[in-house]
């Protein structure tokens, strides 16, 4: 089961992505993760990506690339994997698909979260995130203990990114750089709008394009 998220910052990708992989026990292959984990711990790939991620702009594909080549050559990734924010230009997406022609694994589906930038501008003023990644929304998914992750009670923050004068920023650079993808993917038959609603309405939907497009027989 090889999946692809794509669309607007803040539009549910990663909270669809986690929810997924629990039921199918595929790996999220989230960018956006493996890049704050570098940039806490300051490795090289970090302190390269760092002044990108806090501006909303793209790092650039030569690194993307070689991050998630490597990842997708890690053993849980050969089942299968969710994408979450890569590709996320032309050029990531043509890289993408010669990794995954070579080793033989095809995408069986690219799913667009369909949601508009006003909704996403007052969405993502409401997230909170803790530093595993596991994400929160303060009236839509609200943690039990205000403040704390449910995981493990650490306490939760907000995305420096997620100031509304760089997630306006990121949905300028999505629209020029990653929109695109809609024509490229619709062009190859595996492109599956998924249209916003409230996030369990928005999974139900999200799991029945899985098993139309996969096979999927776990039980709901
Ligand atoms: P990344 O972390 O990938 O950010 P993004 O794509 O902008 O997506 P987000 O993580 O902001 O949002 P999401 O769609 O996952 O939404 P979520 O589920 O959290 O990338 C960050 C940066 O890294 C980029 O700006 C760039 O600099 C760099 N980068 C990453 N990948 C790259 C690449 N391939 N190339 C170059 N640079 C790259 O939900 C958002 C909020 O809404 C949460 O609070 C959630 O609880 C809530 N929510 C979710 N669904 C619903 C719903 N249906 N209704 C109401 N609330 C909802």
């Known amino acids: 089961m090889n999946l692809i998220f794509f669309g607007p910052p803040g ?3 990663g909270t669809q992505a986690q929810l997924l992989q629990q039921r199918e026990g595929i790996p999220q292959i989230s960018t956006g993760d493996m890049l704050r984990a570098a940039i806490r711990a300051r490795t090289p790939l970090g302190q390269r990506a760092q ?3 806090d501006a909303g702009e ?21 089942r299968g994997f969710v994408l979450d924010g890569f590709p996320r ?14 080793s033989g694994r095809p995408i069986d589906v690219s799913v ?15 997230r909170r995130v803790c530093r595993q990644g596991h994400i929160y929304h303060l009236e839509a998914s609200p943690p039990k ?4 992750c449910d995981l493990d009670g650490s ?17 300028e650079v999505y629209h020029r750089e990653t929109e695109p993808l809609t024509d490229l993917y619709r062009r190859r038959g595996i492109f599956e709008p998924l249209r916003d609603g409230d996030i369990e309405t928005v999974y139900r939907n999200l799991v029945a394009i899985v098993k139309t497009k996969t096979g999927s027989q776990k039980p709901d």
């Open 112 to 126: 667009y979260f369909d949601v508009s930038d006003e909704v996403i501008v007052r969405r993502l003023a409401g």
């Open 51 to 53: 002044k990108f991620v």
């Open 58 to 78: 793209l790092v650039p594909d030569d690194v993307m690339i070689a991050l998630v080549h490597a990842r997708l050559n890690q053993p849980d990734a050969r």
């Open 155 to 171: 306490p939760l923050f907000q995305r420096e990114d997620d100031r509304e004068v760089t997630v306006r920023r990121r949905l």
């Open 145 to 148: 203990v205000p403040g704390r």
């Open 89 to 102: 230009t032309v050029k990531q997406a043509q890289a993408l698909d010669r990794v995954l022609e070579a």
């Open 11 to 13: 539009a549910g990708k």
